[in-house]
């Protein structure tokens, strides 16, 4: 009877020899085979090459890839540290570790760029408070010098006013010099006003009756120049803590700047509104509109394009608000007017400063 020879095959798949490359699983299937010695031998071999060569790819992965990252997590960790510096050294090789290195250098150049550049800007800025910090201590003292005699002239006025006789043709010229101290007077106050200026003295209000009674102080001005002044409330509005004479003032001014922008008559219209925590108040007008390039010059302190402005207006006003928690934004458009929002926080946080 002829004797049966059997061959028995095991098929396995060797965990060792998995490996992701490229976003492909790699798996080497091994096989042996039980029964022939010469084909065990031979398949034995085979298995340990290609455990081998496994092994050879895992160290070469582990030096293509693992490397690059090791050295990405440690620059990162220098950068978030601080040093903008930090380069990586595979930026140079053509695949999509390169590829990630360059992203990575690049970010942190941009990174260096912008700090460079905030750092400048915040010198600047020092740099332009003090000198504005010394202008205003100038001019402190100069308002308080000019104030002195500008009332004793103020005062030999009205002494010279009332011994001219009804018929004296001075009379006109005294009217229009007392016009004229009590302008340089406002100008003076203003000045005082944005050099030291006041913390706002907030008390809970109702804001609509603090902007009708700009608008009210304001109407005669309008009637004279032709302007049509309308106030629109917002009943809804909580009460919020503000400085009525402050916002007032900070609306009077910019109402006043609407008017004189409106030429052969237009309408002004102020309007209480909300903007989720923030109370606001909308000054709009249809006149002659703010060209864009004055428009970022606005709020600088002694800028003006009125013949006869001091330039302290909205500077003063914009001081005020920021001093509420609050700020002022604009937008005009040449030929259909422009709009100034004082945005005003309906609730001030417990750590904000009066002022």
């Known amino acids: 009877m002829p004797r049966v020879r059997m061959n028995w095959q095991l098929k396995a798949v060797l965990p060792v ?3 992701l490359l490229n976003g492909l699983l790699l798996f080497v299937l091994v096989t042996l085979s039980l029964g022939d010695p010469e084909r065990n031998t031979v398949l034995v071999l085979a298995t340990a090459g290609a455990v081998a060569i496994c092994a050879a790819m895992l160290m070469v992965l582990a030096v293509v890839v693992r490397r690059p990252m090791l050295e990405l997590q440690e620059k990162i960790a220098r950068v978030r540290e601080g040093d903008m510096h930090a380069q990586v050294n595979f930026s140079d090789r053509n695949d999509e570790i390169g590829d990630l290195g360059r992203d990575f250098n690049d970010m942190v150049r941009q990174l260096r760029e912008s700090r460079e550049e905030i750092q400048h800007l915040h010198r600047t800025q020092m740099s332009r408070a003090e000198h504005l910090a010394t202008l205003g201590e100038l001019a402190a003292g100069l308002a308080h ?13 009205e002494i010279v006013g009332r011994d001219l006789p009804e018929s004296s043709r001075a009379r006109d010229v005294l009217a229009d010099v007392r016009d004229e101290v009590q302008r340089i007077n406002k100008i003076m106050n203003e000045l005082l006003e944005t050099a030291r200026p ?11 009756a603090t902007v009708e009674h700009a608008v009210m102080f304001a109407r005669e001005q309008a009637k004279r120049h032709n302007v049509e002044l309308s106030f629109v409330r917002n009943e809804k509005l909580p009460k919020l803590e503000h400085d009525s004479n402050q916002i007032n003032q900070v609306l009077l001014n910019l109402i006043l700047n609407a008017v004189q922008s409106i030429d052969g008559g237009g309408k002004v219209v102020v309007e209480v509104g909300r903007d989720g925590d923030y109370a606001d108040i909308n000054v709009s007008d249809n006149g002659k509109g703010i060209p864009a390039d004055v428009l970022p010059n606005i709020f600088r302190p002694f800028f003006t394009t009125k013949g006869q402005g001091t330039g302290l207006g909205l500077p003063l006003a914009r001081r005020m608000v920021e001093d509420h928690g609050g700020r002022i934004e604009v937008a005009s458009s040449i030929g259909k007017g422009s ?5 005003l926080p309906l609730r001030r946080a417990a750590t904000q400063p009066a002022s």
């Open 339 to 343: 709009t100034f929002t004082v945005h």
């Open 145 to 157: 010098e000019i104030r002195n005699p500008l009332a004793g002239i103020a005062g030999v006025i």
């Open 198 to 208: 006041k913390p706002p003295n907030l008390q809970i209000g109702d804001l609509n």
């Open 17 to 19: 020899a998995a490996v």
